[in-house]
Structures are given as C-alpha cells and as structure tokens.
C-alpha cells in the first residue's frame, strides 16, 4: 500500500460503527488496557460501543460524539483512520456540556450513578479545553495502516477546512494521556507542547483510566502547518 | 408555578449539588462561574432538575442550555407552557 492509497473525506453514515470503535480504541491507546467511555462508568466495552453507536445519528455538535466533526481516511474503500475537530464552546455549550447531554440518553442509568461514586479519581484526571480553541480527539488509525502519517494528514485537512470556512482559530489543543509517551513525543514533533498536566495517585485508577494522567497540548495553528508539512 | 417560585427551587438544587451555601442563582450563570460545576456535578444537576419538577429533558433542549437563563426557560415551558 502506498500513501496514494488513501482518501481523505468527511464521515458519512455507513461509518458509524468504524466512528464508535474508533472512539473507544483512540482512549484505550497503545498503553491502556480499558476504555474510560466504558470502565469509568461500570459499562462493558460493548455497551459503551452501542451507546455511542446510538449517539451518532442526533450530530450533536461540540464534541467527538458527533459524526459532523470527522475527517476519515479510507484505504480500498474502507475506513482506517480517522479524527475529530471541533472548536470549544463555539456555540456557548462546552464539549463537556454536549458529551454529558448524550451519556444522560444513551447511556444505562446505572451507569451515570456508577460514575459518580468514582469521582474522586476522575477529578484528579480532569483537564480543561480553552474556549475559542480548535480541540482535536479521537485520533485512531487501525494497526495495519500505521505509519503512513495518516493522522497529520487527517489533522492537516482539519485545519485547511476551518481555515478555508474563516473560523477565527489560531490554537490547536489536544489530549492525550501523560503514559503514551511515544504519543506524547509524537505530537511534539508535530509543534505542540505541554500546556497542562494532571496525576492521580490512586491506587484504583487504572481500573478506570488507560493512564495516570493526561496532558493538554497545545500548538499554533501556523506552527502545526509547518511542523506537519515537513 | 411562578417564575420565582422556579428560580428559588433551581437555586436549592445548585447550593445543594455543588455545594454552595451562599449561591445566588442569576440568569447568565454559567458552569465557568461555579467552582465544582463540572461534567459530573453537572449529571447529578441535570437529574435532580428532572427529579424536583418531575419531566424529563429533551436531548436538543440540554444541548442549547448556554447558562441558567437558558434552563429556566425551559423548566418555566415545561411547568407553565
């Protein structure tokens, strides 16, 4: 396979379910064993899948649940990458705001009661979007398709479109978690930098958590143009 | 039930929630303004609402909740509309 390949295009609706995985594998990362989507709320992987699933056709917009907001690259006309953008708080409702209306849906209630008594460990992981800021999430590329630089040419194409439909950005922010450092490294050689750092020292959170932490970067739009240009 | 009837009960469920005695409900309060107002203080809000006033929320209504002004309309539909 050559880089020639693939296509980049905008979600549709027969991705879905690549979309949903994606979502929840893109969480778990290279590191991680278990999925916050699911874990954090006392679900089963497949039961947060089919939640989210679910979720796709509403295109609440402001965060990664919303199929409107995925770049997709397909390979023999099947999708194997793929990342989400949005810009934070564009229509005064936060991503966190827009992601909490959907699990309150979709979601088992127990699943909203399970969560609550695991609080004291999601506050410790807790990092906070800018509003006005460009936010990548859900950077997933299927194994046999690694290494094609897939994800800074989906990132690229993000960028080229808000900037092309005149949104005032000139940040990029993102998450990851503070263990995948080879993410972490990743991303710093494509311009970002550390902007904000959480740990949570409970002795319980990798049950719920695939890290003990996570960081918020942070690059310049125009830097990022360069740095994934290169 | 009366606007201020509303705003009183919404102001006992915030102080409660998120634990803030001496909090005055105004209508451009937002999630930025509240100290523990966050993902998950805001589920147990959101559920204490539809519990207090007995109705449930409509996806696209907690969707465009920008601010309190914003919920109060809501629950002032639902309960008088």
Known sequence: MTDLNYTIRRAKESDYRFLSEAILKADIGTTGTVSSYAALFGITYDQARDAILAMMPEEVEGCEFSPFHFLVAEYEEKPVACICAWIEGFDGVSSWMARSALMQHYYPKGALDF????????????????????????????????????????MKAHIAKFLLQQYPVSKVELMTYSDNITAIRTYEKAGFAVTAQTHCDDPEVLQYFPGTGMVLMEAQIMNLMKGISQ | MNNEEITNKVQDILRAVFQAPELVVRPEMTANDVDKWDSLTHLTMIAKVEEVFGFRFKLKEMVKMKNVGDMLTIINEKMNG
Do not use: P, W
């Open chain 1, 115 to 154: 969560v609550q008594t695991k609080k004291h460990i999601a506050d410790k992981m807790m990092v906070h979007r800018t509003d006005g800021v460009l936010q990548f999430e859900s950077a997933f590329v299927a194994e046999e398709h690694r290494g094609h630089g897939l994800i800074t040419k989906l």
